[in-house]
């Protein structure tokens, strides 16, 4: 399709092992962001990538996130050592416009951590 | 910084009634804003936005919204219901120039429509 495309769509895994989830932006899009939405909570911000331009990580909670992105096509959000309070859905959006411009959202990877 | 509350994180409604879901925001300079829209086991898909002109804004499935600068808010209407509107709401902000990329949302507002 031509959506935004994201795997797994569920993970469960054991506390304390790596987790990687992937997302497929549409094609074209420059921006891509990763979003989390923990139970009963809004979504709160990870991480901007933008073209080729630094990407703005200030919404990562801690160093055990860490996210890639290879040029304007597939990115990915690795979580080490996973904690229980990693447990959410993380959800991926693209935009060919940075600021005012829509998102387009996948239907994210619920995690579960053990 | 900005920030972004939505008053009711539920709604229950019987169909054809009409419904207000209300967001009011926090920011120090001129906003964009958004409502978005979760049905079940999917993805948020936009419902409308307010970039400038018109405060009354107008998006899809009848949704309208009305941006109110004095009071801050951008709550979003719909004049009858349908169960098929049954989801989770999110208002979303926006601020102009600067690092404007970064969507600001609230928290929810899950509306259930009943038959």
């Known amino acids: 399709g031509a959506g935004v495309s994201q795997s797994p769509s569920n993970k469960v895994t054991e506390k304390g092992k790596d987790v990687e989830l992937r997302c497929d932006p549409i094609?074209?899009?420059?921006?891509l962001y990763w979003y989390r939405q923990r139970l009963g909570q809004g979504l709160e911000f990870l991480i901007y990538f933008q073209g080729n331009s630094a990407p703005d990580k200030s919404g990562l909670p801690s160093d055990r996130f860490s996210a890639e992105r290879t040029g304007e096509s597939v990115s990915t959000l690795t979580i080490q050592r996973t904690q229980q309070e990693d447990s959410a859905v993380y959800l991926c959006?693209?935009?060919?416009?940075?600021?005012?411009?829509?998102?387009?959202f996948g239907e994210g990877s619920r995690l579960t951590v053990l | 910084a900005q920030s972004v509350t939505q008053l009711d994180s539920q709604v229950p409604v019987f169909e054809e009634a009409p419904v207000e879901l209300r967001c009011n925001y926090s920011?120090?300079?001129?906003?964009?804003l958004f409502w978005y829209v979760q049905y079940p086991n999917q993805g948020l898909q936009l419902l409308l936005k307010?970039?400038?002109?018109?405060?009354l804004v107008k998006g899809i499935n009848g949704f309208e919204a009305e941006f109110n600068k004095s009071q801050t808010s951008f709550h979003l209407r719909k004049p009858s219901v349908h169960i098929s509107d049954t989801a989770e709401y999110f208002c979303a902000v926006n601020r102009w120039g600067g690092s404007n990329y970064k969507l600001t949302f609230g928290k929810g507002t899950l509306l259930t429509v009943n038959p």
């Open positions: 094609s074209g899009h420059t921006a």
């Open positions: 959006a693209s935009s060919p416009l940075a600021g005012a411009g829509e998102l387009f």
């Open positions: 920011s120090s300079v001129s906003v964009y």
């Open positions: 307010y970039l400038s002109g018109s405060t």
